[in-house]
């Protein structure tokens, strides 16, 4: 399943449900969507005092909430491939930075980490917007706003149930020695799970723009998949046996 995707079963209870179902998605959405979670958990890794850390989820929250809100009020949409492409760059961008990359690899100062952070928020919430307009919501103004107001709050609410997780993680980590030992491997880890996330995106990219480039369609192509997984697990049982 790809970052932000949006199943027939959501389609479905949307079609059924009110606003609290939408807000119901809107948790679910953000607790499953692994890329904002990587960079929000990128953000808070060092962070140890109260203020900073409400002073970057705020600035990561308002930036995604904006353009959360206003693009889809307004219709603005794009290949949510490619947005969410340049969502798991953010996730690389964080563990970089993290590593002090730009001082140690490019004898630079880092850009200003708030600025940062409030110009990725800006891009996750398009993202998430992108995948929300998929829904069949409402063509009213009032009752539309309503829909991205309850799946906005949705969205706030699973991101702080995963922020609290996240803290309490960091927190129970950095009392041990190991922290200081494998800080640098976990942000390299980041930044290869947002290099793997960014492969898959561009993937899925390339068949939404060019299906028979590939040499067959996207049915024959999940069928192919379905074979290997199909052969993957005969192995599997035969290497029990």
């Known amino acids: 399943m790809l970052a932000h995707g949006i199943s027939s079963e959501d389609i479905q209870m949307m079609q059924e449900g009110g606003n609290l179902r939408y807000i119901w998605l809107g948790a679910t959405h953000m607790l499953s969507g692994y890329d904002h979670l990587l960079f929000l958990f990128g953000v808070v890794f060092f962070l140890t005092s109260t203020k900073d850390i409400i002073k970057f989820v705020t600035v990561f929250t308002l930036g995604h909430s904006i353009t959360l809100i206003?693009?889809?009020?307004?219709?603005?949409?794009?290949?949510?491939?490619?947005?969410?492409?340049?969502?798991?760059?953010?996730?690389?961008?964080?563990?970089?930075?993290?590593?002090?990359?730009?001082?140690?690899?490019?004898?630079?100062?880092?850009?200003?980490?708030?600025?940062?952070?409030?110009?990725?928020?800006?891009?996750?919430?398009?993202?998430?917007?992108?995948?929300?307009?998929?829904?069949?919501?409402?063509?009213?103004?009032?009752?539309?706003?309503?829909?991205?107001?309850?799946?906005?709050?949705?969205?706030?609410?699973?991101?702080?149930?995963?922020?609290?997780?996240?803290?309490?993680?960091?927190?129970?980590?950095?009392?041990?020695?190991?922290?200081?030992?494998?800080?640098?491997?976990?942000?390299?880890?980041?930044?290869?799970?947002?290099?793997?996330?960014?492969?898959?995106?561009?993937?899925?990219?390339?068949?939404?723009?060019?299906?028979e480039g590939f040499g067959f369609n996207e049915d024959a192509h999940y069928h192919i998949h379905q074979d290997m997984d199909e052969a993957e697990e005969k192995r599997h049982i035969h290497d029990t046996l």
């Open 70 to 211: 206003l693009a889809t009020f307004m219709k603005i949409t794009a290949n949510y491939f490619l947005v969410d492409a340049v969502i798991a760059l953010s996730v690389i961008y964080k563990g970089f930075d993290n590593n002090k990359g730009f001082k140690s690899y490019l004898g630079v100062k880092s850009p200003n980490l708030l600025i940062m952070v409030f110009l990725f928020g800006l891009i996750h919430g398009f993202g998430l917007s992108t995948r929300l307009q998929q829904l069949p919501l409402s063509k009213e103004s009032f009752d539309l706003f309503l829909n991205i107001i309850s799946f906005n709050i949705g969205v706030e609410i699973g991101q702080i149930v995963a922020l609290f997780g996240m803290l309490f993680v960091l927190s129970v980590w950095r009392k041990r020695s190991s922290f200081t030992r494998l800080s640098k491997v976990a942000n390299d880890a980041l930044m290869m799970a947002g290099f793997l996330l960014f492969l898959m995106q561009m993937h899925g990219y390339l068949h939404s723009i060019d299906e």
